[in-house]
């Protein structure tokens, strides 16, 4: 009875809002997600001006709120300036994280005060006109266009996906598709492009990362991630996919040693959405999507859609 | 001014009035006002004192003015006594010496008390002889739905004599009880067969000859109002006659069509020819014409030609003169709640599915056994879409939950040694006497875990229950082979269906809404149409009964006798109405209606006076509170200038002034009080006219919110702003105008305002 | 009641925090990944003692850090509260008065360091994995990312391909000085 919330998901115009994450441990997706817009033909910015948006940190609990919001209050008076008022963010804590800035900008309080007194400081007006939304979301929006430029199709691929938590559990009304509890944007672009997308247990649990858990509290990564993949080896998938570079890493990096102590066998290479996407659009797996970047090896499930040019 | 047919009636109330008014200067007044017949008694209200009066309407005397205590206290005696004498009961005015003149102050009381009766006096001269409003209603009453509560409301009218039709739109009366199988009796510590009890009612029903019962029909229409509904039915297709049918089964054995049975919540198959249950009502069989494929090897089986497949929907009415609204309640389906994992998980089930599986009559005969397995550990989830913020859930307790799972689990632990069930709960909510079912439950093994759970998962075929242990502060999976959820008690879709049908107000989660649920409840928004169970709520069995008991009541005294309402509610001047509907919407009672024109129920009209104003071609009067005889008020009690106006509304703002006088608080000199029906019945023109002669405020006092046939805060506040910036437009400074909400036990707050009201117009005087 | 500590740290510790309508249900709990791993970690419990005003201890206490911020919590709440969002706030507090949390102090300078230099919050050497949460094949190939970066044209020292320009970096640098932060 969580009715899906209609959204108007924008098709174009988007201001891509870069993961500092991304760009750090999996430099692919970003490239990806530009050459996935780039090819759908969608109007994006990849404006270097915009600086990070310092959700993680603000989750880990080491950096105050207020700059977060001065400095959030400057990203979204750059892209509302800019035209091009669609954000859209590569990361679901970006993603989150911009709404929690928006909503406190939008508000009135002592906090929003101060954030726009340190923009005039800076001699910046704050401007607020954007839509903010998860790249997932704005292919789904353009699931047409894609598939009408793939080159190949996910038919016969098995898949499961892991929504980022910061996508569906803080603004758990405004899920583009399926509910907060089990969320459906990847399942229906993997679905719409042929894939089998099944069901596992432990669908809504967290990826293990935990921000500084995957350095400091290993064991939080290493019990959940456990658990996670208990769930999913039930669903014997040929392909994990996500939507953030924090989940991917996790996933992704612990795996080998996660199956091996339960013991399942056969690799489960974990690709983000915007990685997919490019792929199958025809893009280098090395040279754009990055693959090589990974801990599990993609090319197996590659050959198994057909891609050429693999090592 | 010619008041020479009038005559004043002045009483000293034995000096509670003489001691402080001076009489004979009051008398001077008058008469100098024109009125020749002027009396003073000491004790008006005695039998001599009534006698004066009798006396001056015999010499021909045809408006009358009574200046002694509260009307509240003794306008009745005087209106009878006129009336006695042969002149109408409304040809009478009040003038209040008493609470609201002799009992406030000391000094200028005479000045007040002239004022007061001069205004009576200027009033009755427009005074009109008015007659009660007499209704002969439809003594049936039409029963909306045949579960527990629709079988009681029937089975109570009847046995004092009225008639109900009990409309079902199932193929059977008996509705929600049918399913539970088991009810609790807490006294005993039992749970016993809810069809035993169930079902001698509904066999009652089907052979008392003043109860109607139409099942299969559905209600798509409603005319008329208060006394005279008339209902728009549709029944069928009722491919099955009933009155044909002798329920030998044969239809059923030759049909080829299986459909999950909904009475058994889908956990069996039935046939598209069926009877819902052995002990259904009506008897007969009946054919499900959605699963029905036409094969027409039924018609043949029949061997008393019952069966006819090519009958369609029939249509029908009924007139009754109160409705009863009992569509009862559904048990919200949890799938969309996906932690939980019901519909993804066979093992996870709700409590009425649980109650159907351990029915005799059920699926299972009554073993506990589910997907052919018998579970021996069981988990109870408790609010699960109840108590919850969140999109999709219920902010409300459902009130019943706590109590069934008890109960189930309890069963269980009785007849099924070995089997442990948890009940993982967030308060236990058992008042009353279940909490001696509480202990027994704990005495029978049951365990009791406070957590609310997160959630249900499945791996490697097993299902575990996450939940923390709040007492023990531990997180913990527990291991479960049957979950069993407490869902929460939403409105039956039947509910939704025909709030909408009847435009009866509905709360956020379309449950019916009571119009006030403290003071009435079982009563909707609608004059004439009552509601009782759960279509108001949740409720347990017994609170339906309770309800639907007293509901009938309520429906029997407005069907049985002739109904008499005084004449103080709002007409229409149909030669000047355009039908604009303006009326329509803004009345808060629903008394206003397009009926070939609009047309007002008496019955349903609060006379508050909202729709007078909101006229635009001055269409709507109220019956004794005319125009002309408000203004001619106004004229009398302001006298000289400078006096403060206070309108307060007849039920609450008046009676609080009564009380300030009774415990002698006082207020300024200055303030002039005039009774209203509510501040709605005010209009701009009234404001204005009171400032042109002279006044220097205007005080609106109604608390007719607190009341249960007022009008909302909202409301009010929105008329008195309206009120505010008129008078601006016409150069009066706004805070002239000043708006207190009354309450009866606050009578003090009621004088302290009026005092603070004229120690700022003062300072604005000083000021200019 | 908010605790007064709470107040002008954080909006969300205000109303949609919950600290005035939690009814202690332990959904909260239940659907904690972090509580089913660290012994004594309870959302549910951390509320109550913010409810309850018991600052001094939470901030000296080791669960603050557990929670992994899944916001599984909030998502879950019958009441709408949000006990990670309460936590947040409550590091912040930590990390001025808790003596004994420096490993967090070394990333939140880290976090500092990177915003003044570059504009972002994590970088390439910010954070490193674990060598005993990988197996043998994905240690070498996670070895060997610095390289595979190269190729596509990112540098090892900063997430962006191409930076943010040195007047920009100028204006990040006054709001960040301007609200406090540094």
Known sequence: ?311 | MSVKSTAVFICHCGGNISDEVDISRLKEEINRGGVEHVHDYPYLCSDEGQYLIRKAVAGGVDRVVIAACSPKVHEQTFRDCVEGAGLNRYMMDFANLREQCAWVGEEHCTDRAIDLVRGSVLAVQHAVPLQSYRFTPVNDVAIIGGGIAGITAARNLAKMGMRSFLIEEAPTIGGNMVKVGKVISPEKLSEDCAMCSLSPLMSELSRNGKVDIRANTRVVGVEGKAGDFLLHLESGPLLVDPKQCRSCGRCEEVCPVEVPDEWNERLSMRKAVYRPFQQSVPASYTIDPNACTKCGACVKACSFHAIDLNRGVVKSEVSAGAVIVATGHTEMDPSERHEHGYAVHPEVITQMELARVLAVNGPTKGRLEMNGRTPKHIVMVQCVGSRSDKPGSIPYCSKVCCIVAMKHASYIRQHFPGTEVTICYTDMRTSGPYETYYQEAQKRGVRFLRGRVGETVKKKDRVYVRVEDTLAMKATALEADLVVLSTAIVPSEGTKRIADVLGISTTPEMFIREKHPKLEPGVTSVQGILVCGTAAGAKDITESIMQAQSTAMNALGMVLEEAEVEPNYAVIDRARCDNCGKCVNVCGQNAIYMDEGVSIDPLACAGLGRCVSACPQNAISILGAGDDMLLARIDGVLGQKGKILAFLDNEIGYVAADSAGTNRLSYPNEVRIIAVPSVLRLERKHLIHAFRRGATGVFLGDGSAHSSSGASKETLAEHVAVLRMEVEAAGIDPRRVFFYEAYLPHFKGLAARLTSFQEQLAAMERKE | MVPPELDPIDERVGPQSGLNRCMQCGKCTASCPAAFIFEGFSPRDIMLRAMKGEIESLVMGEELWQCAQCLSCAARCPRDCSPAGVIQALRIVALRSNPNIDHMRMIEDGVKVNLMKTGQTILPDTLVLPNDLLGPRTRKRYKASAKHRRELGYRAEDSRRVEIPEEDLEKIRILLRETDYC
């Open chain 1, 1 to 311: 009875m969580y009715a899906t919330v209609p959204k108007d998901m924008p098709k174009d115009d988007y201001y891509l809002l870069k993961s500092c994450q991304a760009g750090s441990w999996y430099p692919g997706i970003e490239k990806s997600l530009r050459y996935v817009l780039s090819t759908i033909d969608a109007n994006f910015l990849d404006d270097p001006k915009q600086s990070s948006c310092i959700g993680c940190a603000n989750h880990i609990g080491v950096t105050p709120f207020l700059p977060i919001v001065a400095l959030n209050a400057r990203n979204i008076s750059l892209a509302s300036l800019s035209g091009k008022r669609n954000v859209v963010c590569n990361c679901p804590t970006c993603y989150s994280n911009l709404k929690d800035c928006k909503n406190i900008l939008d508000g009135s309080s002592a906090m929003r005060d101060r954030a726009l007194k340190a923009m005039e400081k800076a001699g910046l007006e704050y401007n607020d006109s954007i839509t903010i939304t998860h790249v997932s979301e704005a292919y789904l929006a353009n699931l047409d266009r894609i598939k009408a430029k793939a080159k190949y199709s996910l038919k016969g691929i098995r898949a499961v996906t892991h929504h980022g938590c910061h996508y569906a559990k803080i603004y758990y009304r405004d899920v583009a598709s399926g509910n907060f509890e089990r969320p459906t944007v990847i399942d229906d672009v993997l679905s719409g492009l042929g894939a089998e997308v099944v069901d596992y247990p432990e669908r809504s649990l967290c990826c293990g990362l935990g921000f500084h858990h995957i350095m400091l509290s290993p064991d939080y990564t290493r019990a959940v991630t456990r658990r996670k993949y208990s769930g999913i080896i039930e669903a014997d998938p040929d392909l994990l996919v996500t939507m953030c570079a924090g989940c991917t890493l996790s996933l992704d990096m612990c795996q080998e040693k996660v199956l091996q102590e339960l013991g399942h066998k056969k690799d489960i290479p974990v690709v983000n959405i915007s990685e997919l996407m490019a792929i199958l659009l025809g893009a280098d797996p090395y040279l754009v999507a990055g693959i090589d970047l990974h801990g599990v090896p993609v090319e197996p499930l590659l050959e198994k859609i057909g891609v050429e040019g693999t090592r």
